[in-house]
């Protein structure tokens, strides 16, 4: 065992780690880390600030190290540290569930609280599941994902997922599981800002899949509004209504997945009121807290939740939680976001920036190796050229590229960029982000 390293911010030993979604034998090599981090930066252990152009993790949406967010959090621990969700309860999570639901569109009246975007997604799947059996339709078993999704990492998200990478190594996963096609053709949609015109038809593939399967097999669709891990992929205009009219018609839950684009990201509370598409679920996770605490849930509609209430009142009607469900920390952190999203008006100043935002992302089109770029509320993807028999390897030196060279801290999948900063960005900082952007294209083109 090694000894306590007496500064904390320089790790002693980088092997211990064994670090997710990462390439951890040259992250050792070259180490990109971080020990500090303040609205729009992060700071390095040697003081060298870092712009995040990627909210973290698509989920510091209020900029970092907040006061109104730190102090609730550490007054939370002093007060009441964990409070169990099974049977008990603490007034905070009852007053974040009211918000949330007065958020959310329609009825969606009602959360369940998990710890992550994965764990929510499993939970809607399993509501999903559990709502057909309350209903006497327990044939009704099938999940409906769609190609280039993703869902998180638990063995249902990775079930209706569909990026490949995810999936390969993992075996056979839930069996009963169908896929929608991707919406992107970059033919047809190339350098698009907000919703492309081309594709709103293959939502029309559900038909298809139904007609294959038969509804009375089918429990719920689950998609993101804007595919956002798999590289920006916003939908066609029209697709999610198509979706919502497929699913009515057949009796099949549609479920949101707005780990990503909920909380401002789209400049609105959630994609579903940007879209004017009322799902039966919304899975949220991210920045609920502006990412200082781990937390994500499921917003149920009425129908769904009142399905459950019936039987003798002492049974636990959904057998289903988390240890951490609704943590004290957690709920602290999400009032007091919730609070600062809306006294400081970020999701109206994301929509206020949008078009800002897309011009400077599309001043970089004619820079080498730019395939597509497509920009949505305050998200930008960026394809580039990659190396044809090194897949993903561009991608990594941006991202190497961008941290030691050029100060920025950058999302990428495969050899696309994610552009996704705070809500506290300003005009000034926008033009600065796809500056140091501009230089890592430039740096890392063939």
Known sequence: ???????????????????????????????????????????????????????????????????????????????????????????????LAARLAAMAPGDLDH?????????????????????????????????????????????GGISVGGIVTNRKRFGTLLSGVDHLPATYNRDEQAFTRGEPEWGAHLAGELERIVALHDASTVAAVIVEPMAGSTGVLPPPKGYLRALRSICDKYGILLIFDEVITGFGRLGASFAAERFGVQPDMIVFAKAVTSGTVPMGGVLVSKPIHDAFMTGPEHMVELFHGYTYSAHPLAVA??????????????????????????????????????????????????????????????????????????????????????????????????????????????????
Not at 15 to 40: E, G, L, Q, Y
Not at 112 to 132: M, P, Q, R
Request: aromatic share 8%; glycine share 8%; net charge negative.
């Open 1 to 95: 065992m090694l000894a306590a390293d007496a500064d904390q911010s320089r790790p002693n030993d980088l092997d211990a780690f064994w670090m997710p979604f990462t390439a951890n034998r040259a992250f050792r090599k070259r180490p990109r880390i971080v020990s500090r981090a303040k609205d729009m930066h992060y700071e390095t252990p040697d003081g060298q600030k870092i712009l995040d152009s990627a909210s973290g993790l698509w989920c510091c949406n209020a900029g970092h190290a907040r006061r109104p967010i730190v102090e609730a959090i550490q007054a939370q621990a002093a007060e009441l540290d964990y409070a169990p969700s099974f049977q008990y309860g603490h007034p905070k999570a009852f007053t």
């Open 111 to 155: 959360v369940f609280f998990a710890n992550s975007g994965s764990e929510a997604v499993d939970t809607a799947l399993k509501i999903a599941l559990a709502y057909h059996v309350a209903k006497g339709e327990g044939t009704r078993t099938r999940l409906i994902g769609r190609e280039r999704g993703y869902h998180g990492v638990g063995f």
């Open 333 to 446: 952190a999400g009032l007091a976001t919730l609070d600062l999203y809306r006294d400081e008006g970020l999701f109206e100043r994301a929509r206020e920036l949008e078009p800002a935002f897309a011009d400077a992302a599309m001043a970089l089109k004619n820079l080498s190796g730019v395939l597509d770029i497509r920009t949505i509320g305050l998200v930008a993807g960026i394809d580039l050229q990659g190396h044809a028999d090194q897949p993903g390897k561009r991608g990594f030196e941006a991202i190497e590229r961008g941290f030691h060279n050029e100060g920025i801290m950058m999302r990428v999948t495969g050899d696309t960029l994610a552009i996704t900063p705070p809500l506290i960005i300003s005009e000034a900082q926008i033009a600065e982000l796809f500056e140091k952007t501009a230089a890592v294209i430039k740096a890392t083109a063939q």
